[in-house]
């Protein structure tokens, strides 16, 4: 079987956030040892100016929707933006991979060389299906991904790179 556009976007975004999901509950357990109030944790923030963790799990799960509705011409399901709760994360999460696991190979026939236009808060950006997904989308979500995961390190929960690859390889 060839590697497609499919193969490169949900697989490797739904291992994302099962990952990620597995990170943040490390860190909840990590707050409810040390009695950490969880909104405190989910507040947290690296440094003044960056967003806190439970943003950084809504831009990952966002990226991930959009990437996918972009790339199959599909419209993107709609989520809000109002979880509080490690539970309501881990939902969110849930949620996210199963829109990305309702998607099937064929939608992403021509996906490399579609035209994916939007706008962000301070350009319009155009790109190649592949360009998008290469240069845009994977990294948008790995770099949200870690910094979840760095924000719960410097909290003190106690993470390692196996935690991030949760089984890479194996």
Known sequence: MAYSMYHATVPVMVRALRNLRSVLQIGEKFANDKGIAPEVLL??????DMLPLIKQVQIATDTSKF???RLTATDPVSFTDDET???????????????LGAYKPEQFDG???REVAFKTRTAELKFTGADYLGT?????????ATTAYAILRVAGAPLGKTDYLAGAGR
């Open 85 to 99: 709760t490690f539970e309501q994360l881990y939902a969110r999460l849930d949620r996210c991979i199963e829109v």
């Open 67 to 69: 990437a996918v509705a």
């Open 136 to 144: 845009y989308a994977l990294p948008n979500l790995f770099f949200h």
């Open 111 to 113: 996906a490399e060389s």
């Open 43 to 48: 507040q947290s923030r690296l440094i003044a």
